[in-house]
C-alpha cells in the first residue's frame, strides 16, 4: 500500500463545555417542549385511531406499503400461484408453507394444494413478492389483522384469497406479462401464451 492510499483521520478536540454534552440535552429538551406545547403540530402528528386513520387522510403509501398478505387472481379467476416454491425459498424467516399438486389447466405444470403463512412468524420484508415470477403472491395496504389463538394468524389458501377480494379495488393487481412460464413443462406453445395483453 502506498502512503498516499492512506488517509489519517485527526479526533477533533472537544471543548470543555462540549464534554459535558449541555449543548445537546439542551437542544433535546428544546425539542421535547416545542412537541409538547405545539398544539398545530400535534394535530398535525397525532392520530386518533381507529376513528383517524393514516388511510382515511390519504397519507398511507398504498403501492409500497406492507401489510397481509395476499393470494392473487389471474384474469381468469384461477389461483395465479404457480406452486414454484420461489416465495418460500426466498422467505427469511421460513413462515410459508406450500404443498404442491398437478395443476388442472393445461397453462402451467404445477398448482398450491395447500399455501400457508404464518402472519405472526412474519418479518413484513417483502421478499416473497419480490421473488414470486408471476406476481402471485403480494403484500397489501390492510394491516388491522386481529387473532385470539395462534392457529387464526396462520393464514391458508381460502383466508389469502379472501383478503385478495377485499383488497383488489384499493390495489389492484399488476398482471406482468409472463415470459412463456407455463413452457417450462413441455407443452406445446398454442396451449400456454404468455399474458401480455392483459398487463395494465
Not at 445537546?24 to 400535534?42: E, N, V, W, Y
Not at 406452486?83 to 424467516?93: D, E, K, N, R
Not at 379495488?169 to 399488476?174: A, S, T, Y
Amino acid at each position: 500500500m502506498r502512503d498516499q492510499d492512506v488517509i489519517v483521520l485527526q479526533e477533533p478536540r472537544l471543548t470543555a463545555v462540549e464534554r459535558l454534552y449541555l449543548p445537546q440535552i439542551l437542544d433535546g429538551l428544546r425539542t421535547t417542549l416545542r412537541h409538547m406545547f405545539s398544539l398545530a403540530r400535534r394535530r398535525q402528528t397525532v392520530r386518533q385511531y381507529p376513528e383517524d386513520t393514516r388511510q382515511g387522510r390519504g397519507e398511507l403509501r398504498i403501492a409500497n406499503y406492507r401489510g397481509v398478505h395476499r393470494l392473487n387472481k389471474d384474469p381468469h379467476g384461477r389461483v395465479a400461484c404457480v406452486a414454484c416454491f420461489m416465495c418460500s425459498t426466498a422467505c427469511p424467516v421460513q413462515c410459508i408453507h406450500i404443498e404442491a399438486g398437478e395443476s388442472p389447466w393445461p397453462d402451467r405444470e404445477k398448482c398450491p394444494v395447500k399455501f400457508d403463512i404464518d402472519e405472526l412468524r412474519c418479518i413484513y420484508c417483502g421478499f416473497c413478492e419480490e421473488a414470486c415470477p408471476v406476481d402471485a403472491i403480494e403484500l397489501t395496504p390492510h394491516y388491522e389483522l386481529v387473532g385470539r389463538t395462534r392457529e387464526e394468524m396462520i393464514l391458508d389458501k381460502e383466508k389469502l384469497l379472501a383478503v385478495y377480494e377485499r383488497t383488489k379495488e384499493l390495489k389492484p393487481r399488476k398482471n406482468p406479462p409472463i415470459t412463456d412460464y407455463g413452457l417450462t413443462g413441455g407443452q406445446p406453445p398454442e396451449v400456454s401464451r404468455p399474458n401480455v395483453q392483459g398487463k395494465v
